[in-house]
């Protein structure tokens, strides 16, 4: 392949980077003040890491839809996690049934590329009841229905504000 074809697929490749490269920022509360946190099988300081570092990647990963100079700030101000924390045995694990629905409280700015803002608001409340009728896409991954929740209200809630 000459090197023209070479830069040109290059190009190609590397162009939705640059046309699409938001960001977003995660603020979080105290974890001992949310709603549902518990950890089960692990220390609490480390899940509540966890919790937070994954949430953040997925935040990060739905900004980079949004135009290059954007950004997303998010300030969690309350988590229940899907499920609930029961004892089996010795053992505390997280049963998740239809009764405990995921639920995420924010407020959110979002900030165009010359640093106006263009959305906000605050409270927002994100809960799906029927968490557990829809089908589940993809590999099992940590807080999967929170993330789901934080993606629906992304494509319903931001991406209309930069059309």
């Known amino acids: 392949m ?23 920022m995660v603020k979080w509360h105290d974890f001992n003040d949310y709603r549902d946190v518990r950890a ?17 990647k997925h935040a990060i990963k739905l900004a980079e839809q949004l135009p290059k100079g954007y950004k997303l700030n998010l300030e969690i101000t309350d988590v229940d996690l899907a499920g609930d924390v029961s004892y089996r045995g010795a053992n505390e694990i997280r049963v998740v049934k239809p009764i405990h629905f ?16 263009i959305g906000k608001g605050n409270d927002i409340k994100l809960k799906d009841m029927s968490f557990m009728d829809k089908i ?25 504000k930069i059309n």
């Not at 089960?40 to 953040?56: D, L, M, R, V």
């Open 40 to 56: 089960t099988n692990q220390a609490k300081g480390s899940y509540h890491k966890q919790i937070a570092s994954s949430i953040e």
């Open 136 to 160: 589940k896409m993809g590999r099992d991954e940590s807080f999967y229905y929170e993330k789901r929740l934080l993606t629906e209200w992304f494509g319903e809630e931001i991406l209309p």
């Open 102 to 117: 995921p639920q995420l409280t924010l407020n959110y700015s979002l900030m165009n590329e010359t640093g106006k803002e």
């Open 2 to 24: 000459n090197s023209v074809k070479k830069i040109a697929m290059l190009m190609c490749i590397g162009l939705p980077a640059f046309v699409h490269a938001g960001e977003a």
